[in-house]
């Protein structure tokens, strides 16, 4: 019952104070929409990331001495690899014929000769496309017998893992710093709202009501807040994404558990917020 009483108490005390709970709640709503797109857009990042790793070749060269069954050998152990999904031989012949295609360069006409060597074309499984396990699947081409040179995007790859952890590092503190504000603004709205009701706070204390009702119904209303503010920002991020989808990005992912997300983020901050201002006040 008295979970009632204080969720009735809190809804009055959002009509009482209108423009406090105004302010709050479009300052939840702001907040929560930016830390939405930070997030569909780290979800997107790393899709398009992990695609491209998936994409990703390894191409070894091999000693122009081997015989085709060495080569055949050659091509059944490293299709053993628990890490390798396909091995794609590519012959001098084909590797020729690729080059013109690419190029438009008839090299053995220049050269009198195909200076190309056979190669294998090795594609990772699913799981092992991250760049760890290019790498140490790379390492051990390199040893073995037959293998005259490896060769991967190791340089982009690294490019793309540097600056993907930098992003995430900006979009942490960005978040962080947002998830300050929010709790900042909703702790001193809140005192401001308690303040203005001082001379009810002092009657109830008279009467011999606790610190635990007293702070009831400002909890609730701190909870109400932010469950209004996150439901807003939930419903400007669906609009954000479609109108992107719509007009710019069509392939643009959202994922459902960021709107639960932020309808969960929303009531915990509202009642952080709200905690820490009534016990402040109180003290």
């Known amino acids: 019952m008295r979970i009632f009483f204080f969720l009735k108490e809190g809804i009055v005390g959002l009509k009482r104070a209108r423009l406090s709970a105004i302010i709050a709640i479009t300052s ?14 780290a979800i997107n990042l790393k899709d398009t990331l992990f695609q491209f790793y998936r994409e990703i070749e390894i191409e070894t060269f091999l000693d122009p001495g081997l015989t085709p069954n060495q080569i055949n050998n050659l091509q059944q152990q ?63 081409l390199n040893q073995l017998t037959g293998i005259q040179e490896v060769l991967y995007q190791k340089e ?36 401001l709202t308690i303040h ?13 009501a606790t610190n635990q009702f007293i702070k009831g119904p400002f909890i609730y209303e701190g909870i109400l807040q932010g469950l209004i503010g996150g439901i807003l920002s939930v419903f400007l991020l669906w609009i954000i994404h479609y109108t992107v989808r ?22 915990l901050l509202g009642l952080i917020g709200s905690y820490l201002s009534v016990n402040k006040y109180l003290d």
């Open 196 to 208: 203005a009701r001082r001379n009810i706070i002092q009657i109830m204390k008279l009467v011999g």
């Open 246 to 267: 719509y007009f710019v990005f069509a392939e643009l992912a959202m994922e459902n558990y960021i709107f639960g997300g932020l309808i969960a983020l929303g009531i």
């Open 78 to 140: 490293i299709q053993a690899f628990p890490e390798i999904s396909r091995v794609i031989y590519v012959s001098r012949e084909q590797a020729l014929q690729e080059f013109q295609k690419v190029f438009g360069e008839n090299l053995q006409a220049v050269l009198k000769e195909n200076p190309l060597p056979a190669s294998f074309r090795i594609v990772l499984g699913a799981g092992y496309s991250q760049p760890q396990y290019v790498e140490k699947v790379a390492a051990r």
């Open 156 to 191: 982009i790859i690294q490019f793309l893992q540097k600056y993907l952890k930098l992003g995430i590092s900006i979009g942490g503190i960005i978040a962080i710093f947002l998830l300050i504000i929010i709790t900042v603004l909703v702790f001193n709205t809140i005192r």
């Open 28 to 41: 939840f709503c702001v907040a929560l929409t930016l830390i939405g797109i930070f997030s569909v857009a």
